[in-house]
């Protein structure tokens, strides 16, 4: 059955109103650039409207518009981790060697977040600041629930090992979504 075009376009409306901000914040927490996080949250939208006899008919909207956000996130720091390959190439003399990173460097939660694969980042993140159950999180990825709780835990094993011991504040930090901005 067809849904009349102004119905549609309410419904997306409302979805878009509710959702948008979540979906950046999202965005921004695995990318940690905010300008390119707004990109992908529009280009995710974007999709979603695109696609939106399928996202209406998606057990979860909001899961479907997550997998979509993920996706572009992850496209994205591939693309700039290709760039600066090339980049690095280019500027490198023969003879030099490139610089390893510098682990005394990482001091905030987004340093420490940008380390880990972008599986185990997504799922810490949708865990641990958007608060989604395991299941949300398996549905938002396109995992199994097992693999968010493999994830998830490896996540933050490696997170305590970039970070180091700390008082507390870091761990508050990802929980409530904060990663250090300024």
């Known amino acids: ?36 996080a707004e990109d992908i949250a529009a280009d995710a939208m974007l999709a979603v409207w695109q696609q939106w006899d399928q996202a209406r008919r998606a057990r979860s909207q909001i899961a ?11 496209s994205r720091i591939r693309a700039a981790v290709r ?3 090339r980049n690095t ?3 490198q003399r023969p003879g030099d060697a490139a610089d390893g990173p510098d682990a005394a460097a990482v001091v905030d939660v987004r340093e420490a977040l940008a380390r880990l694969p972008m599986r185990r980042r ?3 993140i ?5 608060e989604l159950s395991e299941r949300e999180t398996a549905e938002a990825l396109g995992v199994s629930v097992g693999t968010v709780k493999s994830q998830t835990s490896k996540g933050l094993a490696d997170l ?17 979504g904060h990663s250090g901005e300024r």
């Not at 479907?64 to 992850?74: C, D, F, M, T």
């Not at 949708?126 to 958007?130: A, T």
């Not at 305590?160 to 409530?176: E, F, N, V, Y």
Request: charged content about 25%.
């Open 126 to 130: 949708l865990r641990h600041s958007l």
């Open 160 to 176: 305590r090992r970039i970070l180091g011991p700390q008082d507390g504040s870091a761990w508050t930090s990802i929980q409530k």
């Open 83 to 85: 760039e600066r390959r």
């Open 1 to 36: 059955m067809d849904v009349p075009a102004n119905l549609d376009q309410d419904a997306f409306r409302a979805f878009f109103e509710r959702h948008h901000a979540e979906l950046a914040r999202f965005a921004w927490l695995l990318i940690g650039d905010s300008a390119a």
């Open 64 to 74: 479907y518009a997550r997998g979509i956000v993920a996706n572009l996130a992850k």
């Open 89 to 91: 190439l280019f500027w």
């Open 122 to 124: 997504a799922c810490v």
